[in-house]
């Protein structure tokens, strides 16, 4: 079985998690990317094919980390044809008062959130219009609704603009860019006050990727928008 190479960023847990192993078991080698390389060694151990699963310790909001992250699964695997940018972290914030995280940790999930993609996109990119490849990246529907004082919505919004942006300077290059935006998944990425709401399972959004991913070159798959039965539409 040979679906080609399949770099997912933020694979240690989670939606990357769940998206590893799908992809895998339909047939693409997997590089696994995070900074937590015990969790990747352990995924890694779990997928059992040693020779389609790469574990790359790497911090996806620091360039010289992610470029060499990517030149790693070229030498490796000679090519790459899907990179799926997904890392990301959510701490609570308000611009008005107090409530949440101090403004000094707001700065982690901003550069993870938005920098992180854009420079996911710039290493990538080249091996992906040598492949024909895809552009994948983890959205929000917290990416299309207003939510009062809350910067990771914010972030999302960027990283909606972003995909846009990237798929724009992509055409002509045979290079496809897909979004996909979840409502709440049931990982550790979730906030407290929102435990007791609809989630969906981080294998659903995984099915969501491998969707898009699965298409046939002529066709792009722009967006998904994916929210578990019963969440609210503002959020
Ligand atoms: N859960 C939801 O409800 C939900 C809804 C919509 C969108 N999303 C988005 O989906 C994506 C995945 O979220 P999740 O819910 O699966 O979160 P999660 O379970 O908390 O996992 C986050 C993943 O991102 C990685 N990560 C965080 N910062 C990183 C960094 N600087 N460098 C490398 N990896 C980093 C983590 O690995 P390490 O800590 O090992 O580095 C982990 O593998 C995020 O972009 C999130 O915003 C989540």
């Known amino acids: 079985m040979d679906g080609g190479t399949f ?25 696994l990317l995070a900074r937590d390389a015990a969790g990747l060694h352990r995924l890694a151990e779990e997928i059992a094919a040693p020779d389609r699963v790469l574990a790359v310790p790497c911090d996806a909001a620091d360039w010289d980390s ?19 940018a997904n890392a990301g972290v959510s701490v609570d914030t308000s611009f008005l008062g107090t409530r949440g ?18 420079i996911a996109a710039r290493a990538a990119l080249p091996e992906l219009v040598r ?16 939510r009062p004082g809350n910067l990771y919505a914010a972030t999302k919004w960027a990283v909606t603009g972003l995909a846009q942006s990237i798929r724009a300077e992509c055409v002509g290059t045979g290079v496809r860019v897909s979004l996909v935006l979840p409502g709440l998944v049931d990982t550790g990425g979730i906030p407290a006050d929102r435990a007791g709401d609809p989630k969906l399972d ?4 995984a099915r969501a990727v491998l969707y898009a991913v699965g298409q046939p070159p002529a066709v792009d798959v722009n967006e998904i928008l994916i929210r578990p039965v019963g969440q609210a539409p503002q959020l």
């Not at 070229?74 to 899907?82: A, C, E, H, N, S």
């Not at 995280?101 to 920098?115: G, K």
């Open 66 to 84: 992610v470029r060499e992250a990517v030149g790693l699964v070229v030498r490796t695997w000679g090519r790459l044809d899907v990179a799926f």
């Open 7 to 31: 770099l997912i960023t933020g694979a240690s847990r989670g939606i990357g998690a769940a998206t590893a192993r799908l992809a895998a078991g339909a047939g693409h080698r997997v590089a």
């Open 202 to 205: 981080p294998a659903d959004v």
């Open 131 to 146: 492949s024909r490849g895809h552009f994948v990246i983890s959205g929000s529907a917290a990416g299309r609704g207003v």
């Open 101 to 118: 995280a101090p403004p000094p940790e707001w700065r982690e999930m901003v550069l993870t959130n938005v920098y992180g993609p854009a």
